[in-house]
């Protein structure tokens, strides 16, 4: 299938410190990434494989530190949704 091999390449080009079927398999750090990084060709490419509904649960699920404020307000505003504060990794105490 041509589109799992171009989600490949694209993970691995947009994820390059891990195995693309690692990068697919968790596919919020994906997403968030290529949202973050992406080309809009790139992100294009990748919309019209997954669909919109994947980006905006990428969005909900989004890993803390992957995604700037920039990007993740713009994604959001595309959307049509309220931007809530950027996730946080939690501190040791």
Avoid at 58 to 73: F, R, T
Wanted: net charge negative; glycine share 4%.
């Amino acid at each position: 299938m041509r589109e799992a091999a171009d989600l490949a390449k694209l993970a691995a080009k947009y994820v390059w410190w891990q195995a693309p079927s690692d990068t697919l398999d968790r596919r919020e750090l994906f997403l968030c990434q290529l949202m973050t990084l992406g080309t809009e060709e790139d992100v294009n490419s990748v919309r019209r494989v997954l669909g919109d509904a994947a980006f905006v649960d990428a969005l909900e699920h989004a890993p803390p530190g992957v995604m700037d404020a920039k990007s993740w307000n713009y994604w959001h505003l595309f959307f049509g949704r309220t931007p809530p504060p950027l996730p946080q990794r939690p501190l040791p105490e």
